[in-house]
């Protein structure tokens, strides 16, 4: 019998919870709603105060209520998960109500909602940039704040996730055999990220891409490729010491060496079967010249023949037969 009539009176208690909201929603009077309101979200009941205090911004308008529906609607969000909103309205109070003593914490909880709002390294990231932006604002707006006091360690760890989906997206072209284009990114990440704490890994990634690039090389840039590599080598080598990466990098610069030994031998095979080839291309020439200049003497008698039989047969034509001549007996 207790049984059922807890039942009963829990039954009841909800029907009447429903009967005020259902009635809050419906009604046109600002303090009912407003009392309301207050009621679902002192009960953390997050989804029925947004209902009703996004029914009163226009009733509460000009009067003492309105920062609190303001602010209440933004936490009420900000608890519900709806961070971009939250970011908004929080942002929107410090703008509408510059005097209220929750300025601060209104600006602090608009950069904090961004800071929820920032997702996953491997999704977009432009909460994350956004979200910085209002952390660096609000510790310059407030810098001796005790809420100020976090605001550093949140935007270095936002930084470290640009940092890492700048260095994830630069190792694929590696992973694909990419390495120019590896090399290339991982440069302008270090450019992007001056301070980032990847240094070692990408200064890692740059030496293999460099090492790869210079030994698959064409016979054209091999040496300038094999040179680079070693140089970068030692810079690694220089620069990360007594670590693995200084290990890595001395081993590869042992290869690179070597192979600019073995590059050597073949740039003198190579340089003497050039020599070889332009003798042999210039005693052609010289060959071909000597014909040539033989053809052309030939020619040249053959013309000069040619030229004097003419001469010849135009002296013919030109002298006049001898006349008859008659003798007269005296």
Known sequence: MKKYLSLLMLSVVLLSCKTE???AMKSADKDFILKVANEKFAKKKWADALALYDRLPNLVAGTDDAPNVVFNSAYANYYDKNYRLAANQFKNFTISFPQDPRKEEAAYLSALCYYE???DYNLDQSNTESAITELQNFLNEYPDSERSKNITQLIDELSYKLEFKAYENAKQYFKMGEYKAASVAFENVLEDFPATKLRPKIYDIILKSKYELAVNSIYDL???RLDAAAAYAKRVSN?????DYAKTANDLYTKL???KVKFAKVQEEVEKRKAEYEAKVKDAEAKQNEKEE???EKNQLSLEKAAEQTRRDSAKINTPEPQATFKFKR
Not at 239 to 243: C, G
């Open 21 to 23: 909201m259902d009635r």
């Open 239 to 243: 620069d990360l010491p007594n670590t």
């Open 117 to 119: 709002g920032s997702l």
């Open 222 to 224: 091999k040496k300038e």
């Open 257 to 259: 060496e070597d192979e």
């Open 294 to 296: 033989e053809a052309q």
